[in-house]
């Protein structure tokens, strides 16, 4: 079954992590590897550090329930549109 969404996130690149310091609300996190691939998801806290495996730098941050609303789960392929 083909899903499709049109959400607004932000996509960085970085293999170190991220944090939530100073947001006033928590946030969905996927983390991708190069073929769009999800291979970790995350609703992270304010004031929080989150990690993963260093060999994937692709993530995208997400307000917090658009992963449930659009149903992504771990193994899906998204497609990444600017």
């Not at 609703?43 to 658009?66: A, I, M, R």
């Not at 992504?72 to 998204?78: A, C, R």
Request: net charge positive; hydrophobic share 40%; aromatic share 12%.
């Amino acid at each position: 079954m083909l899903k499709t969404s049109h959400i607004g996130g932000v996509m960085l690149k970085t293999r170190f992590g991220i944090h939530t310091f100073f947001m006033k609300n928590p946030i969905d996190v996927v983390v991708l590897d190069n073929n769009f691939k999800v291979v970790k998801i995350s609703t992270v806290k304010p004031n929080c550090l989150f990690f993963w495996n260093p060999k994937y730098f692709l993530v995208l941050e997400l307000s917090q329930g658009t992963v449930k609303k659009t149903k992504t789960e771990i193994g899906n392929y998204l497609k990444i549109t600017p």
